[in-house]
């Protein structure tokens, strides 16, 4: 059974930075690509960042140069360091794996689209100004 845990969210200031943990299990973590996301409530779902089992990574144009993406495949866990928080980054984030795509939801970053397979409940980051 495929399962992904978020953790790390919270709440902070404008400037401040959090880091954000998803722990996977029940496939392959190593050989498959990983993604956040974002929902905030009346707004669409946003990809912000994508890091594939090669390590190339892409993030989206409003999180570049603050976010960085990482994987520890020897752990089975994903990384998203945030850091220079604005109020627009409060949301939901999700981490979501390319294992057993196509799911119900596609992530788009920039110009590229990706299906995902699987993803997690979400852990809340609301960055107060």
């Known amino acids: 059974q495929v399962q992904l845990v978020e953790s790390g969210g919270g709440s902070v200031q404008a400037g401040g930075s959090l880091r954000l943990s998803c722990v996977a299990s029940?496939?392959?973590?190593?050989?498959?690509?990983m993604s956040w996301f974002r929902q905030a409530p009346g707004k669409e779902r946003e990809g912000v960042a994508r890091?594939?089992?090669?390590?190339?990574?892409y993030y989206a144009d409003s999180v570049a140069g603050r976010f960085t993406i990482s994987r520890d495949n020897a752990k089975n866990t994903l990384y998203l360091e945030m850091n220079n928080l604005k109020p627009e980054d409060s949301a939901r984030y999700y981490c979501?794996?390319?294992?057993?795509?196509?799911?119900?939801?596609?992530?788009?970053?920039?110009?590229?689209?990706?299906?995902?397979?699987?993803w997690g409940q979400g852990t809340q980051v609301t960055v107060s100004s």
């Open positions: 979501a794996t390319g294992y057993g795509a196509p799911g119900s939801i596609t992530l788009t970053i920039g110009h590229s689209s990706w299906a995902l397979g699987y």
């Open positions: 890091i594939q089992s090669d390590g190339y990574t």
């Open positions: 029940g496939y392959r973590f190593s050989s498959y690509s």
